[in-house]
């Protein structure tokens, strides 16, 4: 059995940038990555976005040369066990690793639904060749869920010239995320952009018919399709940690310093349930690419013995058609929220408080450069000057 100093189980962006966080620190420790895809780590937000207009796949991928990092990659393999007391990692294949300090990168898998042979729960590259090889122009898509993932790909696939429809049981698109009045304003948008809605209503069915599917609804719609996508939200990979005795809250429970109670075990990216310096250190777990790069980068560090403090405020971005934002902290449409519109829905700043008056999140709708200047107002808490002092902060 192979001895690693580090053995990675995952092949995200977290456990790419866990590579370059240990060698930053460490030139020569060796190195294995373990991912359950076949594909070398590469970047998982293009696949609803960039890769749909002019970018080119390879420009996809993170490290075309992980061998000169000194990395294994052991591809198409995923982990099925991990032995704490022994230092072992199981593989699918039977085979085991030893390591001395492991990262849990696993990030997290689509909600299925309990029916629907054929429908494609997005999230990899292998989901994307495959809807890319489907998605010719004229056919009909319908998308399930209305969050990010759906209203990316129903924008992407609309782009692309295809018939799209989504169903979703709120009244709006990005409903949970966004303040009522901008939600419903999105919601106008994609039906202008020719995207066919079905609001409050859900699949009960997803069935094939002819060469495509047919989607029944509770409204008792029958949706024709050639693809069906949805994007239903995601749960974190947290099973090993779970049978390996670790914490698990909905994701793996770390410290500060991205570490579980075991100290040779870490996690980072979207399986980690971390403390969120610029809330006080209350726990959350991050869905997004800016944190899973930041951490795993830190993780990789850690790894490599440099007992650094996660305090990084991570931001997130999406584009829909030709809107765009970038926003940081907490966004829940059930807090309360302060909105400042400078040209109606064009462009504006959205604070996010709970009902101790602390900002929690900032929404930056076509507000570019600013991210920091959102940390800053989240750090502070609550507004000094009262909420309406928040207008003309950023
Ligand atoms: C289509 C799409 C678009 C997105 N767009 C944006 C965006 O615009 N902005 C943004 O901020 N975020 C976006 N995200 C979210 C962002 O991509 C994730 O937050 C990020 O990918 C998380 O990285 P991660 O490495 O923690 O986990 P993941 O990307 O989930 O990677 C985990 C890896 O571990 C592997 N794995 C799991 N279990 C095992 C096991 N037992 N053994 C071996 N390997 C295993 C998985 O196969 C996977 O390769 C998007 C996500 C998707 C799917």
Redesign the pocket.
């Known amino acids: 059995m192979k001895t690693y100093r580090y053995v990675i189980?995952?092949?995200?962006?977290?456990?790419d940038a866990a590579v370059d966080g240990i060698r930053e620190r460490d030139p020569h420790g060796s190195i294995a990555l373990?991912?359950?895809?076949r594909f070398p780590p590469y970047k998982?937000?293009p696949?609803?976005?960039a890769l749909w207009h002019d970018y080119r796949l390879e420009r996809t991928f993170l490290k075309p040369s992980a061998a000169e990092l000194g990395v294994d990659e052991h591809l198409g393999?995923?982990?099925?066990a991990l032995d704490r007391a022994a230092h072992t990692v199981t593989l699918a294949s039977g085979a085991q690793l030893r390591y001395e300090r492991l990262l849990l990168?696993?990030?997290?898998?689509p909600k299925q639904l309990p029916f629907g042979e054929g429908v494609i729960y997005?999230?990899?590259m292998a989901d994307y060749l495959r809807v890319r090889a489907a998605a010719k122009e004229g056919r009909r898509a319908v998308i399930l869920g209305a969050g990010?993932?759906g209203c990316?790909m129903a924008a992407a696939l609309r782009q692309s010239g295809l018939e799209t429809a989504m169903v979703f049981p709120e009244r709006h698109l990005l409903e949970r995320l966004l303040p009522a009045d901008l939600a419903a304003h999105v919601t106008a948008y994609y039906r202008e952009k020719g995207v066919e809605l079905h609001a409050e209503d859900v699949p009960v069915a997803v069935e094939r018919a002819g060469d495509g599917f047919r989607v029944r609804t509770r409204a008792g719609r029958e949706l024709a399709a050639d693809l069906v996508l949805a994007g239903l939200g995601v749960r974190p990979?947290d099973g090993?940690a779970h049978e390996a005795g670790l914490r698990v809250e909905d994701g793996v429970v770390v410290d500060s310093r991205l570490q579980t109670e075991d100290p040779d075990v870490f996690a980072?990216?979207?399986?980690a349930r971390f403390p969120l310096d610029a809330l006080g250190g209350e726990l959350v777990r991050i869905?997004?690419?800016?944190?899973?790069k930041s951490q795993?980068r830190l993780a990789g560090r850690n790894l490599a013995g440099a007992e650094e403090p996660y305090t990084h405020t991570p931001f997130?971005?999406?584009?829909l058609f030709n809107l765009g934002f970038e926003a940081v902290g907490v966004l829940d449409a059930r807090l309360s929220t302060v909105a400042d519109w400078k040209d109606g829905f064009r462009k504006g700043v959205v604070y996010y408080l709970d009902d101790a008056g602390h900002v929690r999140g900032v929404l930056l709708w076509n507000v570019w450069d600013a991210v920091p200047k959102a940390e800053a107002v989240i750090r502070e808490g609550r507004p000094a000057g009262g909420v309406e002092a928040l207008k003309g902060r950023i």
């Open positions: 189980v995952g092949g995200g962006m977290a456990a373990v991912s359950a895809e998982r937000p696949l609803s976005k393999q995923a982990v099925t990168a696993t990030g997290a898998s997005y999230r990899t990010f993932i990316e990979n090993l980072a990216g979207d399986v869905e997004h690419e800016d944190n899973a795993g997130f971005y999406s584009d």
